[in-house]
């Protein structure tokens, strides 16, 4: 196991990860500075990515903010093989599984692989998976987004992405989605996958409630980027009351 796989990994159930865009980021950087430093201690890791307007130069530059106020490890989340960098710590290193385009799910990882391995990035290969209206990210990666109602077409993608090796599934609704992943469609995955992919839930979390019910259904991870965004002390609030459950654990 390696270093940033074994951290999620041992922390199953309660990791929160904040999503930072260079794009949104770089243009307040000291109030994302502020806001991350009094986050960091209750976060897993910091996700640095998005799907339009920024390249490697600019995932540099946030890295470095992050790195100036917060120790966790900083993940990439690339929209591109272009936001490839030897600062991070790891990659989620994706396939967008029901995109309908063969660049989504294989052509850009031909052109990342040899970069992650250039620049001896930890990889953790991670299906992404898209669900509900999808967002950006949907649009973008062509998605043909898995119905909230259908979660046996979800729990199908999930096996396969199983089946294929796959240790990570980030289940996707959308960043600033009006809906949420249901808890419940979370919870069919668990049931039947269990502790054999790591699960990671985003798109539209802004609520306490909503956090946890989905950490409680089975997500081993969850993500907050929007909230973070627009509203920073509710979004602490979040990590401040799933660490203090963590810890009377
Ligand atoms: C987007 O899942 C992430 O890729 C985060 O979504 O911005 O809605 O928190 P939000």
Redesign the pocket.
């Known amino acids: 196991m390696t270093a940033v796989d074994k951290v999620l990994l041992d922390n199953r159930g309660k990791n929160v990860f904040i999503?930072l865009d260079p794009d949104k980021v770089l243009k307040e950087k000291d109030t994302y500075a502020k806001n991350l430093q009094r986050a960091c201690s209750g976060i897993a890791s910091v996700l640095v990515g998005g799907s339009t307007g920024f390249s490697q130069c600019e995932v540099n530059e946030t890295i470095d903010l992050v790195r100036s106020v917060c120790n966790k490890p900083v993940i990439i989340f690339p929209g591109s093989p272009a936001h490839v960098t030897p600062k991070a710590d790891a990659i989620l290193f994706m396939s967008l599984l029901n995109s309908r385009k063969t660049k989504f799910i294989i052509e850009d990882q031909l052109e990342g692989s040899l970069l992650v391995w250039k620049y001896g990035l930890e990889a953790l290969p991670t299906a992404y998976l898209i669900v509900g209206e999808g967002g950006t990210?949907g649009w973008i990666g062509d998605a043909n987004p898995i119905p909230f109602e259908k979660p046996e077409i979800l729990l199908m993608y999930v096996l396969a992405a199983k089946y294929l090796g796959f240790k990570y599934v980030y289940i996707?609704a959308?960043?600033?989605?009006k809906r949420h992943v249901p808890p419940e469609m979370v919870k069919a995955v668990k049931n039947v996958v269990g502790n054999d992919v790591f699960l990671i839930v985003?798109?539209?979390?802004r609520t306490i409630e909503t956090a946890k019910s989905l950490l409680n259904a089975g997500a081993d991870g969850i993500?907050?980027?929007?909230?973070f965004e627009r509203d920073p002390d509710r979004a602490i609030e979040i990590i401040n009351s799933i660490t203090r459950e963590k810890s009377m654990r």
């Open positions: 999503l990210a996707e959308g960043s600033g989605a985003g798109g539209g979390i993500v907050l980027g929007t909230l």
